[in-house]
């Protein structure tokens, strides 16, 4: 059993292309409903499109509040069934507004091991404190950045030679199995009738 998810990305997709590929090999049971990007030239959109997987951009720059814009968001989501929100390189913090309606159902996957080194430049923050592991994180989203709670982890050594793009290529390939992982244990929840 699966569930409908909406993929919210900025920039490059690859988070999202993961989860696209996945659906459609049927190494998850859920199934993309929708791909929405809040940057009009993020290169994530061609590649879902060439997917033939449904986009949008909902520009927030084009709404006169964040609150219009949320909605925006929401309505969307809402329109196509949509059940779980996966965040993947999503660049905007969501408010109180928008996670009212989605409580426990959006989740962001951030390059550390959380709670350490949150917001921007995660990889390069691991590497500037000297860390001997860094990794990535799935978490539920609350109106902090990269503060709610965390659902799984994956740890990566970090090698005296790493740099940001050595360890950030390292950690991209463990945050898409984990992002799989995760959606398959909450499919495994729903069908259990634990969620
Ligand atoms: C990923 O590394 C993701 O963890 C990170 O942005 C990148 C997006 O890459 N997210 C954050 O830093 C959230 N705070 P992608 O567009 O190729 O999936």
Redesign the pocket.
């Given at each position: 059993m699966g569930l409908n998810l909406g993929i919210l990305?900025s920039?490059?997709?690859?988070?999202?292309l993961n989860l696209v590929n996945a659906s459609q090999r049927g190494l998850i049971n859920s199934k993309i409903k929708i791909v929405i990007s809040n940057n009009k030239n993020s290169n994530?959109i061609d590649k879902a499109k060439r997917k033939n997987i449904k986009t949008k951009i909902i520009n927030q720059k084009e709404y006169e509040s964040k609150k219009d814009f949320e909605n925006a968001l929401s309505n969307t989501l809402k329109n196509e069934d949509v059940e779980l929100v996966c965040?993947?390189?999503f660049?905007s913090i969501l408010s109180k507004n928008f996670l009212k309606d989605w409580n426990k159902k959006v989740i962001?996957?951030?390059?550390s091991l959380l709670p350490s080194f949150?917001?921007?430049n995660?990889v390069k923050q691991a590497l500037e404190n000297k860390v001997k592991t860094a990794g990535?994180s799935v978490h539920f989203v609350d109106e902090g950045?990269?503060t709610g709670e965390i659902i799984s982890q994956e740890r990566v050594p970090v090698l005296s030679n790493d740099n940001e793009e050595t360890l950030?290529k390292k950690?991209?390939k463990k945050?898409h199995g984990l992002y799989i992982k995760v959606i398959k244990e909450f499919e495994r929840k729903c069908f259990n009738g634990k969620t």
């Amino acid at each position: 059993m699966g569930l409908n998810l909406g993929i919210l990305i900025s920039g490059r997709g690859s988070n999202m292309l993961n989860l696209v590929n996945a659906s459609q090999r049927g190494l998850i049971n859920s199934k993309i409903k929708i791909v929405i990007s809040n940057n009009k030239n993020s290169n994530g959109i061609d590649k879902a499109k060439r997917k033939n997987i449904k986009t949008k951009i909902i520009n927030q720059k084009e709404y006169e509040s964040k609150k219009d814009f949320e909605n925006a968001l929401s309505n969307t989501l809402k329109n196509e069934d949509v059940e779980l929100v996966c965040l993947a390189g999503f660049m905007s913090i969501l408010s109180k507004n928008f996670l009212k309606d989605w409580n426990k159902k959006v989740i962001n996957i951030h390059p550390s091991l959380l709670p350490s080194f949150r917001g921007k430049n995660a990889v390069k923050q691991a590497l500037e404190n000297k860390v001997k592991t860094a990794g990535c994180s799935v978490h539920f989203v609350d109106e902090g950045i990269d503060t709610g709670e965390i659902i799984s982890q994956e740890r990566v050594p970090v090698l005296s030679n790493d740099n940001e793009e050595t360890l950030g290529k390292k950690i991209l390939k463990k945050e898409h199995g984990l992002y799989i992982k995760v959606i398959k244990e909450f499919e495994r929840k729903c069908f259990n009738g634990k969620t």
